[in-house]
C-alpha cells in the first residue's frame, strides 16, 4: 500500500511540475494593451489631484452616543445628565460629570 502511496505522489509531483513548467512558458496577450508604471502615476488616479491631496480633511460634526435599554441613542450636544452614560464621542470631549455612577 505505501509503495503506491508513494508511486501516487511522486507522478502528482511530475505533473505540477509540468504544468508549472508550462504554464510559465505561456505569454500574456494583454501585456501590450497595459499602461506602464509611468503612465499610471501621471495619470493621476493613484494619489488623485493635487488639489485634493492638498485640501485639508472635512471636519466631522460632534456627535454624543449615550447607553439605553435598548438602541444607543446619539446627539449632537452632550447631554447635562449622561456623563456616565456616555459610550463614545466625535469631537470636542464633554464636561466631566461631577457625580460618579453609583450602582
Keep these: 500500500m505505501s509503495r503506491l502511496l508513494a508511486k501516487y505522489r511522486l507522478r502528482r509531483g511530475v505533473?505540477?511540475?509540468g504544468?508549472?513548467?508550462?504554464?510559465?512558458?505561456?505569454?500574456?496577450?494583454?501585456?501590450?494593451?497595459?499602461?506602464?508604471?509611468?503612465?499610471i502615476l501621471s495619470a493621476g488616479w493613484?494619489?488623485?489631484d493635487k488639489e485634493d491631496v492638498a485640501a485639508p480633511p472635512k471636519a466631522l460634526p460632534p456627535v454624543y452616543c449615550y447607553e439605553?435599554?435598548?438602541?444607543g441613542d446619539?446627539?449632537?450636544q452632550p447631554l447635562a445628565d449622561g456623563g456616565n452614560?456616555?459610550?463614545?464621542?466625535t469631537?470636542?470631549?464633554p464636561?466631566?460629570?461631577?457625580?460618579p455612577a453609583t450602582q
Aim: hydrophobic share 45%; glycine share 8%.
Design 95 to 99: 464636561p466631566a460629570d461631577p457625580l
Design 46 to 48: 493613484l494619489f488623485g
Design 15 to 17: 505533473f505540477a511540475a
Design 19 to 39: 504544468l508549472c513548467l508550462a504554464l510559465s512558458a505561456c505569454e500574456n496577450p494583454f501585456a501590450d494593451d497595459a499602461p506602464s508604471l509611468d503612465e
Design 91 to 93: 469631537g470636542p470631549p
Design 68 to 71: 439605553t435599554i435598548g438602541v
Design 74 to 76: 446619539c446627539h449632537d
Design 85 to 89: 452614560r456616555l459610550v463614545g464621542f
